[in-house]
């Protein structure tokens, strides 16, 4: 699937495709679980509250394709996968603090 996105006058738009790279309901939650090192699966399904493994599977799949993760496959039994952030991944992390930060002064009585 092309994650390019276009807008109705036919140009890129990396703000849309930016949005569209990291929507989905566990992106973030993933993002932030692996920021702080290496994550198998069997740690995401246990550190994400209610999140399903075929979803979890699915979005992880999205966010190697999109170039966020990488998946590491060892030839051992049993088999074991582990995902780590590109460099990519951890320019991410950077913004996501930033509008983490950015949200915290949205707060109700703080001052912006």
Known sequence: ????????EN?????ELAV???SGKWKIPIIWQIHKGMKRPSEFVRNIAKVDRRVLTQQ??????DGL??????NELPPR????LTET???LVTILWQLNEWGNRLQPGSKH
């Open 11 to 15: 140009k890129f738009c990396p703000l």
């Open 60 to 65: 992880l799949k999205e966010m190697e394709r």
């Open 69 to 74: 993760l990488v998946k590491e496959v060892f």
């Open 81 to 84: 996968v582990e995902y780590t």
């Open 20 to 22: 569209n790279t990291i």
């Open 1 to 8: 699937m092309n994650n390019t996105v276009r807008t109705p």
């Open 89 to 91: 991944g951890r320019e």
